[in-house]
């Protein structure tokens, strides 16, 4: 043949050749370019769209679009990205590169001189971008295109987290720290594209309406052209205003709604002097100063009480109430201490309200306590003490020109916390007219208590009687709401021994006429006066098995409007399909479906002033991608990530069902390679928590694993992956695994192309706890993974979740370990449920992953775990990661434990040479130097 024809046939036959290649299976070198979209907004007029495509690691761009999909620009490193309420620029920070920070660390540079942010404006309608360079903070008016951002100033040496707890001074003071050296203030009308610049800043805010600044000066010493002080400037006149005057902390600034009056905290005393409070300020802008409306030591504070540098500074709405936070002056140091020369010690005392574990995880925010107040500056600075110790905690409504704010204390109450895991509370309304309280239930309930929007109505969920009540503001009068509806609106499926959770609240309607409360499926629109309640949904969620939820779709709605159609998310309970129904609120008909589908939806984004949406969908093998659409029936897709995906071999899932030993029918999700073939055997591992199943159409990219198992991976490498929900019996955690999991392990193994010979079992923390239950209860397995199991209840029952500071005893006996009951109460469902007792039956292989900052489980039942099948002469290895907690959080952390997940398995179930480290072990005298991944020479 001519030369010239063979070229042609076999260009012609190259893409042939091309699609028939057989695709890659993932590796571990695939994990960092693997995307995801984040940080999507569309534009109040609707017209616009921004969003962020992110790698793992990496750079991550920024794309601006408009809604019918044209590229309008893309920023690499673009963050953080804002419309300005005209919808005419959009506003974002640019980070520095990857690769410059990362040599930045490598070389171990100061954080002054690490690579800064710079900030991005782009003119929608023009084009134009302009930057700006070394910008450590923006803000954008909520109303206006206008924007403020503030230079780099030089870094703060945080060492707050090596500070010594036992002194309260030392701590007190770094949290009041600022730097003395500000930085250069930008104000910007992009309206009109004038900047006005100010040195020296140390913090600033702008007004929602855009028409002012304020901003705090820390004049450096000798300066003859800056003042320390408190500044405003107005934008429209241009006119600058010195408000306070003096060196010092100034904190809180806030605006009111329409940008006409100003509060902020500030303390001005020598810097030596032992206790600096706080006093409160205040401006109208009507005389020169800022006058004070709340000292130290003012009559209407409780005795040693001052406003708090801490506590957030809120006008209300109508600008009339300005809330603020209160609090205890300091007990101040002696200074006269000798350091070296007294004890350091933690008194734990049986009558304490907390643990002292909980108590030093909370210290930081316990110095920080305030609690809130209420002044009228336009009548007279007249003030009502909101809260105080006993009533701390409290809840504004939406509407805070409402009379009341809902507070809630369990004071006196919090030492069951142990053992219940929360603790039973009591509500009051307290009157911001009068600092009356109100209170709302006379004994004490384990109730979640919320306030309405419009602060009409206090609502909660009485988790013992098992309804929702509300108490009306006006009447006094407390409504049971659920008890005519013949259904429940507790957790259906729970199977643990305590109380089950509510389903919750989906909105409330304006003004406080209804409010939609979840049961299973359906959503009920009840009036909260007379509890007069309607089926939202119809009844079609029971009756088709549908979940409907819903959520405000409008940055910062507050209610459903009346002649608004709302857009449900709803998944399907039997065959987990996601989709959306439609319902205008005002409608009594059936809710009408948009769209269901083997796909996996977020919630709908809706701009603020036009009926378009922005939404992601996926499916287990299509990346969450981005669309926006008028009706969610015609749909637009703005983003197409990872097209690498097509080179690599990926998954399919499918649901499965089968029958326990006890007559239970279970279900669970089987993913297989995408290029499985039925006349093949493959190794199967059973990965498993709780349940699981209503994630089998979310997308799962391959990534490097905090301790789970990369299911993605393990398909791509010709692995079959089984997914089984487990329901519990209390009192048998341990036996209820072993019925669930077993029995639909053996049931798939009745396929021909399950190999049964070499099944392993992979779970953490609640999964690593099965897992070690299983291998002492069959021999089915061929290996075996755990990370951070407990294998003695016994000795874990008594012990600190040392994350949050507390007893891990209501775990045991209400919770997840489900026991239901004390330790001495039944002593052998505590014995026979922990792996421990029974380790010489095991015969399976096992890796355990137990890390040394471990918070939720302690590290040494791992070790246990480990020392005791090592005495057995059975074969198991032990991870640990130092520093890293229950999950690991290092990236570096995360590729090295999927690289030998991997390993193990393949090892174990697909007859791989061992690693070094699976093999020979690494000694400590090579840690650092060699990390054993490379194949054992024999």
């Given at each position: 043949m001519h030369k010239y024809l063979l070229l042609l046939a076999g260009l012609a036959s190259a893409p042939v050749l091309a699609q028939q290649a057989p695709k890659k299976p993932i590796d571990h070198s695939v994990y960092d370019q693997w995307q995801s979209i984040a940080r999507q907004r569309i534009s109040d007029n609707g017209k616009y769209v921004l969003y962020q495509v992110r790698p793992q690691q990496g750079d991550a761009?920024?794309?601006?679009?408009?809604?019918?999909?044209?590229?309008?620009?893309?920023?690499?490193?673009?963050?953080?990205?804002?419309?300005?309420?005209?919808?005419?620029?959009?506003?974002?920070?640019?980070?520095?590169?990857?690769?410059?920070?990362?040599?930045?660390?490598?070389?171990?540079?100061?954080?002054?001189?690490?690579?800064?942010?710079?900030?991005?404006?782009?003119?929608?309608?023009t084009g134009k971008l302009t930057k700006y360079a070394d910008v450590k903070s923006f803000q954008v008016a909520e109303r206006a295109p206008v924007l403020a951002f503030l230079g780099v100033k030089p870094a703060v040496k945080d060492s707050l987290k090596k500070a010594p707890v036992d002194t309260i001074k030392k701590i007190t003071d770094r949290l009041l720290e600022v730097k003395k050296e500000g930085a250069l203030l930008t104000v910007l009308s992009l309206a009109t594209g004038q900047p006005r610049t100010f040195e020296a800043v140390t913090d600033y805010q702008l007004s929602k309406a855009g028409n002012k600044v304020a901003f705090a000066v820390a004049a450096p010493k000798g300066s003859k052209t800056l003042k320390s002080g408190l500044f405003v400037y107005d934008l429209a006149s241009g006119e600058l205003r010195q408000l306070s005057r003096g060196k010092g902390v100034y904190k809180n600034l806030a605006f009111d709604d329409a940008g006409k009056q100003l509060a902020f905290t500030a303390e001005k005393h020598p810097e030596k002097a032992l206790i600096k409070p706080f006093s409160l300020y205040y401006s109208d802008f009507g005389r020169d100063s800022a006058r004070v409306l709340l000292a130290p030591g003012a009559s209407v504070l409780k005795p040693g009480w001052s406003p708090s540098g801490f506590g957030k500074l809120t006008f209300s709405d109508n600008g009339e109430k300005l809330f603020l936070g209160t609090a205890p002056d300091p007990i101040p140091q002696d200074t006269t201490l000798v350091d070296f020369e007294h004890a350091k010690l933690d008194i734990w005392n049986y009558k304490d309200d907390y643990l002292q574990p909980m108590q030093l995880k909370t210290l930081k925010k316990d110095l920080q306590r305030n609690y809130l107040a209420v002044i009228y500056p336009k009548q007279g600075n007249k003030f009502f003490q909101l809260e105080d110790e006993y009533l701390?905690?409290?809840?504004?409504?939406?509407?805070?020109?409402?009379?009341?704010?809902?507070?809630?204390?369990?004071?006196?109450?919090?030492?069951?916390?142990?053992?219940?895991?929360?603790?039973?509370?009591?509500?009051?309304?307290?009157?911001?007219?009068?600092?009356?309280?109100?209170?709302?239930?006379?004994?004490?309930?384990?109730?979640?208590?919320?306030?309405?929007?419009?602060?009409?109505?206090?609502?909660?969920?009485?988790?013992?009687?098992?309804?929702?009540?509300?108490?009306?503001?006006?009447?006094?009068?407390?409504?049971?709401?659920?008890?005519?509806?013949?259904?429940?609106?507790?957790?259906?499926?729970?199977?643990?021994?305590?109380?089950?959770?509510?389903?919750?609240?989906?909105?409330?309607?304006?003004?406080?006429?209804?409010?939609?409360?979840?049961?299973?499926?359906?959503?009920?629109?009840?009036?909260?006066?007379?509890?007069?309640?309607?089926?939202?949904?119809?009844?079609?969620?029971?009756?088709?098995?549908?979940?409907?939820?819903?959520?405000?779709?409008?940055?910062?709605?507050?209610?459903?409007?009346?002649?608004?159609?709302?857009?449900?998310?709803?998944?399907?309970?039997?065959?987990?399909?996601?989709?959306?129904?439609?319902?205008?609120?005002?409608?009594?008909?059936?809710?009408?479906?948009?769209?269901?589908?083997?796909?996996?939806y977020s919630n709908v984004e809706q701009a603020k002033h036009a009926r378009r949406y922005l939404y992601t969908k996926s499916s287990v093998s299509q990346s969450a991608d981005l669309y926006v659409s008028t009706d969610l029936l015609h749909e637009t897709r703005l983003s197409a990530i990872n097209p690498q995906q097509k080179d690599y071999n990926w998954l399919t899932a499918e649901l499965v069902h089968w029958t326990t030993p006890k007559g239970h029918v279970a279900t669970g999700v089987l993913y297989k390679p995408e290029n499985f073939d039925p006349s093949k055997k493959y190794p199967m591992v059973a990965y498993f928590y709780e349940k699981l199943s209503d994630g089998i159409y979310r997308y799962q990219a391959p990534a490097p694993t905090p301790s789970r198992l990369d299911i993605t991976t393990f398909a791509s490498n010709g692995y079959l992956v089984f997914t089984p929900d487990i329901s519990y019996t209390v009192g048998e955690p341990g036996p209820s695994a072993v019925e669930y999991v077993n029995s639909g392990v053996e049931e798939l193994k009745k396929n021909a192309w399950v190999d049964g010979a070499h099944i392993g079992i992979q779970g953490q923390s609640w999964g690593g706890y099965q897992v070690a239950y299983l291998i002492t209860q069959t021999n089915m397995y061929a290996a075996a993974w755990a990370g951070a199991p407990v294998v003695n209840m016994t000795s874990a029952y008594g012990g600190i979740r040392?994350?949050?500071?507390?007893?891990?005893?209501?775990?045991?006996?209400?919770?997840?370990?489900?026991?239901?009951?004390?330790?001495?109460?039944?002593?052998?469902?505590?014995?026979?449920?922990?792996?421990?007792?029974?380790?010489?039956?095991?015969?399976?292989?096992?890796?355990?992953?137990?890390?040394?900052?471990d918070g939720a489980v302690p590290w040494y039942q791992g070790i246990e775990m480990f020392t005791d099948l090592r005495r057995l002469g059975k074969p198991v290895w032990l991870l640990q990661y130092n520093g890293e907690a229950h999950n690991l959080v290092k990236r570096e952390n995360r590729k090295d434990i999927s690289i030998r997940e991997l390993q193990f398995f393949d090892h174990y179930l697909k007859g791989a040479p061992a690693p070094v480290w699976l093999d020979k072990g690494v000694p400590a005298v090579e840690k650092g130097r060699n990390w054993g991944l490379e194949v054992s020479s024999k």
């Open positions: 761009v920024l794309y601006l679009k408009t809604a019918d999909n044209k590229l309008l620009r893309q920023v690499s490193r673009g963050d953080s990205a804002l419309f300005t309420a005209d919808s005419k620029y959009a506003v974002f920070a640019i980070k520095p590169r990857f690769q410059d920070v990362r040599q930045a660390r490598i070389k171990k540079k100061k954080p002054e001189q690490m690579p800064k942010d710079s900030l991005g404006v782009y003119a929608l309608a701390r905690d409290s809840y504004l409504a939406e509407n805070n020109n409402a009379e009341y704010v809902l507070a809630v204390t369990d004071t006196a109450k919090r030492i069951s916390m142990q053992w219940e895991g929360n603790t039973r509370k009591q509500a009051y309304l307290v009157s911001t007219l009068t600092g009356k309280r109100l209170a709302i239930n006379p004994q004490a309930l384990k109730s979640r208590f919320q306030i309405s929007p419009n602060g009409g109505y206090a609502v909660w969920y009485d988790d013992a009687a098992k309804a929702w009540f509300a108490y009306s503001v006006a009447s006094h009068q407390t409504v049971n709401l659920t008890q005519k509806t013949g259904v429940s609106f507790a957790d259906e499926e729970n199977d643990s021994p305590t109380d089950p959770e509510p389903y919750g609240v989906a909105a409330w309607t304006k003004n406080d006429e209804a409010v939609l409360l979840y049961d299973r499926y359906d959503i009920w629109k009840i009036n909260p006066k007379t509890g007069l309640a309607t089926n939202f949904t119809n009844g079609l969620g029971r009756q088709q098995k549908l979940r409907f939820r819903y959520h405000l779709p409008v940055e910062k709605q507050k209610f459903i409007e009346p002649g608004e159609e709302v857009l449900l998310l709803t998944q399907n309970d039997v065959d987990k399909t996601w989709g959306y129904y439609r319902k205008p609120v005002a409608s009594t008909k059936v809710p009408v479906r948009l769209a269901m589908a083997p796909m996996t040392w994350e949050s500071g507390q007893s891990r005893q209501f775990q045991y006996e209400r919770t997840q370990s489900r026991i239901g009951g004390t330790l001495w109460e039944k002593p052998e469902l505590y014995i026979r449920n922990s792996p421990l007792f029974s380790l010489p039956k095991v015969q399976t292989p096992v890796v355990i992953m137990s890390n040394d900052a």
